[in-house]
């Protein structure tokens, strides 16, 4: 194995970490499905959605920068749609 393989034994946490980070909720999931989560806000049918409304303009969707999926706080930190919706959605003041 030599010098190389000891070197990348230690990097490898390094690599997958952010992987873990950027997991993507599913609509599938039992808490999407509680909070009516879906990835385009085009396709919501409840009450409380008003037109306008999506992840990227929530104050729970972390990173407003991010123009496509971003981290949101109500999914732990999970990766949702920027032009999703859930119920749970807060404007950004
Ligand atoms: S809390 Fe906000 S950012 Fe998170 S899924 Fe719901 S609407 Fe989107």
Redesign the pocket.
């Known amino acids: 194995m030599g010098l190389a393989g000891i070197v990348a034994i230690p990097a490898a946490p390094l690599i997958f970490a952010p992987v873990a980070a950027q997991e993507r ?1 599913s609509e599938d999931g039992p808490q999407a499905k509680a ?1 009516h ?1 879906r990835h385009d806000a085009a396709d919501v049918d409840h009450d409380a959605y008003e037109e306008g ?3 990227a303009n ?4 972390s990173d407003p920068e991010a123009s496509d999926w ?1 981290p ?4 732990g930190g999970r990766h ?1 749609a920027a032009a ?7 404007p950004r003041s």
């Open positions: 909720v909070l989560y409304q999506n992840c929530c104050a729970l969707f971003g949101c706080e109500a999914f949702v999703g919706w859930c119920s749970a959605w807060v």
